[in-house]
Protein backbone atom coordinates (compact mmCIF):
# COMPACT_ATOMS: atom_id res chain seq x y z
CA UNK A 1 0.00 0.00 0.00
CA UNK A 2 1.04 3.47 -0.61
CA UNK A 3 -0.12 6.43 1.50
CA UNK A 4 -1.97 9.88 -0.35
CA UNK A 5 -3.16 12.78 1.21
CA UNK A 6 -6.37 14.12 0.77
CA UNK A 7 -7.49 17.79 -0.21
CA UNK A 8 -9.56 18.32 3.31
CA UNK A 9 -8.75 20.63 5.80
CA UNK A 10 -7.29 18.08 8.27
CA UNK A 11 -4.58 16.55 5.33
CA UNK A 12 -6.32 13.12 5.89
CA UNK A 13 -3.67 10.16 4.92
CA UNK A 14 -5.00 7.45 3.80
CA UNK A 15 -3.78 4.39 2.25
CA UNK A 16 -4.14 2.69 -1.67
CA UNK A 17 -3.22 -0.52 -3.55
CA UNK A 18 -0.99 1.03 -5.94
CA UNK A 19 -2.24 -2.08 -8.58
CA UNK A 20 -6.18 0.14 -8.44
CA UNK A 21 -4.90 2.99 -9.87
CA UNK A 22 -5.81 3.57 -13.34
CA UNK A 23 -4.51 7.37 -13.82
CA UNK A 24 -2.50 9.76 -12.05
CA UNK A 25 -3.03 12.97 -13.42
CA UNK A 26 -1.86 16.23 -12.90
CA UNK A 27 -4.46 19.06 -11.32
CA UNK A 28 -4.48 22.43 -10.44
CA UNK A 29 -2.02 23.70 -7.47
CA UNK A 30 0.54 21.11 -8.20
CA UNK A 31 -2.10 18.37 -6.94
CA UNK A 32 -2.81 15.34 -8.74
CA UNK A 33 -6.09 13.58 -9.38
CA UNK A 34 -6.05 9.69 -8.83
CA UNK A 35 -8.64 7.63 -10.56
CA UNK A 36 -9.04 3.97 -9.66
CA UNK A 37 -10.51 0.90 -11.11
CA UNK A 38 -13.53 1.18 -9.03
CA UNK A 39 -14.30 4.64 -10.93
CA UNK A 40 -13.38 6.56 -7.81
CA UNK A 41 -11.45 9.52 -7.91
CA UNK A 42 -9.08 10.97 -5.44
CA UNK A 43 -7.55 14.62 -5.41
CA UNK A 44 -4.20 14.54 -3.32
CA UNK A 45 -1.63 17.36 -2.42
CA UNK A 46 1.27 14.93 -3.70
CA UNK A 47 2.14 15.89 -7.76
CA UNK A 48 2.34 12.93 -10.43
CA UNK A 49 5.78 12.52 -9.89
CA UNK A 50 5.75 11.43 -6.35
CA UNK A 51 2.68 9.15 -7.05
CA UNK A 52 4.46 8.06 -9.58
CA UNK A 53 7.68 7.43 -7.34
CA UNK A 54 6.00 5.98 -4.11
CA UNK A 55 3.69 2.99 -6.32
CA UNK A 56 7.98 2.28 -7.99
CA UNK A 57 8.76 2.32 -4.80
CA UNK A 58 6.30 -0.63 -3.29
CA UNK A 59 6.70 -2.30 -6.31
CA UNK A 60 10.11 -2.31 -5.86
CA UNK A 61 9.72 -3.32 -1.99
CA UNK A 62 7.62 -5.93 -3.36
CA UNK A 63 10.23 -7.79 -5.85
CA UNK A 64 12.80 -7.03 -3.39
CA UNK A 65 11.32 -9.10 -0.79
CA UNK A 66 11.12 -11.95 -3.47
CA UNK A 67 13.84 -12.15 -4.28
CA UNK A 68 15.65 -12.37 -0.54
CA UNK A 69 12.87 -15.15 -0.03
CA UNK A 70 14.11 -16.70 -2.99
CA UNK A 71 17.83 -16.51 -2.25
CA UNK A 72 16.61 -17.80 1.40
CA UNK A 73 15.29 -21.33 -0.34
CA UNK A 74 18.13 -21.67 -2.33
CA UNK A 75 20.35 -21.68 0.75
CA UNK A 76 18.13 -23.83 2.65
CA UNK A 77 18.24 -26.39 0.08
CA UNK A 78 22.16 -25.97 -0.56
CA UNK A 79 22.77 -27.42 2.91
Known amino acids: MIYLTRIDEEKTKFSINPRKILIVEKSIGGMSN ?10 VVETEEEINK ?9 IEQAIKKAMQEVSRKEK
Open 34 to 43: VHTDNGKVFT
Open 54 to 62: KIIDYEAAI
